[in-house]
């Protein structure tokens, strides 16, 4: 569900069912994405306000409006979504003169990443399913 570029780790997930891939992907059904990013720069208020009020890219991209959380230090953040455009979140900070240096998907819905080791799997049990669907429904 989505995609993971080269250089993003994180939350992935994986179905078999179509119709829910489309479901979690649709910004019509509001499934946040939450991003753990790192910049080279200093994240700041002016670049949150953006952020809310939405932005549109160079090439005339529109961006809904996201949330962004400066972290300390300033230079780290999480970047909530409820869209998953091409590279956006790398986009949306160069558009502001910040070059990411990490991005990683932490949560999608109310599922999150939590302490799973990076590049292990694990099927999802019965409560993060259910939780999963409260997102769609």
Known sequence: VGRLD????G???????????????SPAHHV???YYVEVDGQLDQE?????????V?????VCLP?????????????????????HQVRRMLAS??????????????????GDLPLGQTKELNIVEAEQLLLNIL
Do not use: M
């Open 6 to 9: 080269k250089d993003t780790e």
């Open 32 to 34: 946040n994405k939450v």
């Open 66 to 86: 996201a949330e962004l959380t400066v972290l300390d230090p300033p230079s780290q953040g999480l970047i909530t979504l409820e869209e998953g455009k091409y």
């Open 96 to 113: 502001r003169g910040l070059p990411v240096t990490y991005l990683r998907r932490e949560a999608e819905g109310r599922l999150t990443l």
């Open 57 to 61: 890219l160079r090439d005339g991209t």
């Open 47 to 55: 670049d949150r306000a953006v952020f809310r009020r939405g932005l």
């Open 11 to 25: 939350l992935l997930l994986l179905t078999n069912d179509g119709g829910l891939a489309h479901r979690l992907l």
